[in-house]
């Protein structure tokens, strides 16, 4: 081989190294610091290729204890398996009320106590930790074909995730997963959130404290929500046209005033000017539009200046509570002349 070929094919080699040299550097950089609102680490510590190992199955359920059975997506637990504690890292929805708590309250048995205090979903009845006599919840209406409003009686229960549930996408029949939700497919999509129509998909606008509001929301630790504007009927982006997709008939003017009479409460409203609203992080979260969502900082206290609206999550948490109807707060306390500046008295200062 002669001097000029031989020059010529170690400058290829060079150049290959190069490539996988850089290609290894960047696959690095991915798995360290993954996508954007991905989960990130070792894939074991979610997956397992074949659920045995030394004659042993992998899979475990809500008690940690092996599951001959496979879970869905190769996944070691289910979704309330891994958010029992046993997922590093992983939200855990079981914290005692109050102490340890998450945003969305807590599917703890002993604080939820009652069919009243929560979303009963088919997950809980299946892990067997839903609480002595409580039934699972059965939804009235395909999430997202009109709600309420379309009502279609049948036993379908509720479920975490997929056709049936919260998180996750819903037009896949049968479906009961978040696919794709964790390695940062929908990564806009606020807490795994997205309001289907039945046609097509729109995130949940929010910001997520990095701590989930675990053992209470402040002034300098809290989520954002978002809403859109009273006027503006055709938004599906904010937490209450969410909740709208099974209780379709709490959300917006239309289905909430007849005439100049409320007739339910409203959602997605500015709260007059006139009122002195309590800054409440943890009992009355507000929810902002445009200009003041993009504003408010989960690390910064926000004031009634920032034009705060009342919001579904502004009374109730998602998952459960230990008050009746997931309220943030025990409506009893609720006394005219009383004093509380917090819950109905959060807002109607004029009653206080």
Not at 170 to 180: E, K, L, N, P, S
Request: proline share 3%; hydrophobic share 30%.
């Amino acid at each position: 081989m002669n001097k000029k070929k031989t020059q010529k094919l170690k400058e290829v080699n060079n150049l290959r190294k190069t490539l996988i040299t850089t290609f290894i550097v960047l696959l690095s950089v991915t798995l360290t610091y993954g996508l954007a609102g991905a989960v990130t680490g070792t894939c074991s510590q979610c997956h397992t290729m074949h659920n045995s190992q030394d004659g042993s199955s992998m899979a475990r359920d809500f008690n940690n204890n092996p599951m001959s059975s496979p879970q869905s997506n190769l996944t070691v637990s289910t979704c309330l398996g891994c958010h029992n504690g046993q997922a590093t890292g992983a939200p855990v929805i079981f914290g005692t009320y109050g102490t340890d708590s998450l945003a969305g309250g807590t599917f703890r048995n002993n604080d939820f106590s009652s069919d009243a205090k929560g979303h009963n979903v088919k997950d809980l009845n299946d892990a067997g930790v839903l609480g002595v006599g409580l039934e699972t919840d059965n939804i009235i209406a395909t999430p997202g074909n009109g709600g309420d409003s379309t009502i279609t009686v049948g036993l379908q229960e509720l479920t975490c995730a997929g056709e049936l549930g919260c998180h996750g996408n819903h037009d896949v029949a049968g479906d009961t997963t978040v696919t794709g939700f964790h390695h940062g497919t929908y990564p806009n999509a606020y807490r795994f959130l997205r309001h289907w129509d039945g046609a097509s998909y729109t995130d949940i606008k929010g910001k997520g404290t990095d701590t989930y509001e675990e053992g209470g929301a402040t002034a300098t630790d809290h989520n954002v929500y978002y809403a859109m504007s009273d006027d503006s009927a055709t938004s599906n982006d904010s937490i209450s046209a969410f909740c709208s997709m099974c209780h379709g008939e709490f959300h917006n003017q239309t289905d909430t005033i007849s005439g100049s009479t409320w007739i339910r409460h409203p959602t997605e409203v500015l709260i007059p000017g006139a009122w002195t609203p309590t800054v409440d992080y943890d009992r009355n979260p507000f929810a902002f539009t445009g200009a003041d969502y993009t504003d408010v900082d989960t690390n910064a206290a926000y004031g009634t200046d920032d034009n705060p609206r009342v919001a579904c999550i502004s009374c109730h948490r998602a998952h459960a509570t230990t008050q009746d109807d997931i309220l943030r707060f025990a409506y009893s306390d609720m006394t005219a002349g009383g004093g509380n500046t917090w819950g109905c008295l959060g807002c109607h200062d004029a009653q206080r």
